[in-house]
């Protein structure tokens, strides 16, 4: 494995890698570092899926809004660099800021609808510096197939609807969240919790859980009555402090009506929570297939 | 010569040619049609500088606004398939609306302060569909290089500013404005003229000129006499509605304040006009360089 920080030497050595061999293909694990087992899995189906697994570490300035931790955001580079290797990266791409953004950028990409709710609408701009940011490595590294984390939803929904769109060439990989043993999705952030609110943040995934037994077995039926249980289970946990409950078609990410049925939907459903604890904001998922549908993440 | 229609077919030829021999680079000239001497201009400059030539012709929708000409621009495609292959294509690219917005995009790429001015103030939403529909083009085509005509002078600041921020691994090549023996540039709008119109637009190129020499003697030395030089010259024609005539630098396109001296800016300039004659918007311009400097464009 090998480590590199400039966009030429990264283009250098991936074409080094190609011509070593016939017809190899290129994958792309874009991440912000601090990699947990998430990374790991994602890392891992590319290595699966493709020839040359490249793993970039940028903590993207430009997604974060001006009240947010951009500066306090966890970063270990050495101990990032090793999990990456034993993973299976080919190459870690770790640019500075400089290097992303010699000069204060111009071009936005933006993506509407799909990023009208959920984080989009907590988090403005934050989405516009997520896809100009994934393009940016899209056209530095010009992977086949790209793997993204299914924690976070609507980033995959986003990304798929600008790859559509602007006709990248590049194979959109979701793949499953991981979690802890006892449930709390892995995030980079879980390092802010303190040890109350990480026991208390486990009522994110135990809610979505429970709310996914009580569809299935007629409790609750509507997007009114899932929404109405997460938000009612996620407040037994004082602590914390809820930014958003929704149930919306994935993965165009329009919510449901109150009143329609949950699991009579013809495509996917996403139940999706922000919720806060003291300072820290996580987010957590439960993605519904219809009946029938081949599960394809 | 081929003429393809699909963008999995236009992928697959331009793989049949780079395999037919090794290393072969790919020039795009992305055009709308109706071919004049200035795209053929553009085609024999790629043929020069790359080994596959793929010419695209799209009337873009999402570049018109709702009061201009999307409906009635002019169309000919078995003339443009003919000056094509004259020129040196290698591939006609003619996609449907439908084939490169199977549903309305989601997606917009947006530059900003390089719009800001000139036709982007005119024609508000313009160039969001130009580079989005450039950059569409690029992900389809994945060219080495691309030329662009510098009659659009904005347009190609524009893409040169897209492509340096988003990393997009093309090489811009800014070709000159090729004009009639009379000095009109060439336009596919030319064709709407009445020869009244034809016969007093002329005023735009012959103004510009007569700027420019006005300049180098020194006649008149700031942008602001340089401005009303232009203007005064243009009312000469009655039928002349003037849009705008700009100084700016170049490729930044920031106006430069009255005062300034043109010719001694450490940078390019250009003085810009767009004029309309009936219901044809003209475009024309003049770039100054500064002493010295090796001429790029």
Do not use: W
Not at 67 to 96: C, H, M, N
Not at 188 to 198: G, Q
């Amino acid at each position: 494995m090998k480590a590199v920080r400039t966009i030429a030497e990264l283009r250098n050595e991936i074409q080094n890698l190609k011509s070593s061999n016939e017809k190899k293909t290129v994958g792309l694990v874009p991440t912000m570092g601090y990699l947990h087992e998430g990374h790991a899995s994602l890392i891992r189906a590319a290595k699966e899926k493709t020839d040359i697994v490249v793993v970039s570490i940028f903590v993207n300035p430009i997604q974060f809004g001006p009240a947010e931790d951009f500066e306090t955001y966890p970063r270990d580079e050495q101990r990032d660099l090793a999990a990456a290797e034993k993973a299976g990266a080919d190459l870690v791409f770790l640019p500075s800021v400089e290097t992303m953004y010699p000069k204060a950028t111009k071009t936005k990409i933006a993506v509407s609808e799909v990023t009208s709710g959920l984080c989009g609408a907590s988090r403005p701009g934050h989405f516009d510096g997520v896809t100009t940011v994934v393009a940016k490595l899209f056209n530095i590294v010009q992977p086949d197939a790209a793997f993204f984390g299914m924690k976070d939803a609507q980033q995959v929904a986003v990304i798929q609807q600008m790859v559509y769109d602007l006709n990248f060439n590049v194979n959109i990989v979701p793949c499953p969240i991981i979690r802890e043993e006892d449930g709390l999705a892995l995030s980079s952030r879980n390092v802010y919790l303190s040890p109350e609110e990480r026991k208390q943040a486990l009522v994110l995934s135990r809610s979505l859980r429970e709310a996914k037994e009580a569809l299935e077995n007629g409790q609750i039926r509507t997007a009114g009555e899932a929404k109405a249980f997460l938000t009612a289970k996620i407040m037994e946990s004082p602590l914390a402090d809820i930014d958003y409950v929704e149930v919306a078609a994935f993965p165009a990410l329009t919510p449901l009506a109150e009143g329609e049925n949950v699991l009579e939907q013809n495509g996917a459903v996403l139940m999706a929570l922000a919720v806060k604890f003291g300072r820290t904001r996580l987010i957590d998922n439960s993605l519904l297939h219809p009946k029938g549908e081949l599960r394809h993440v």
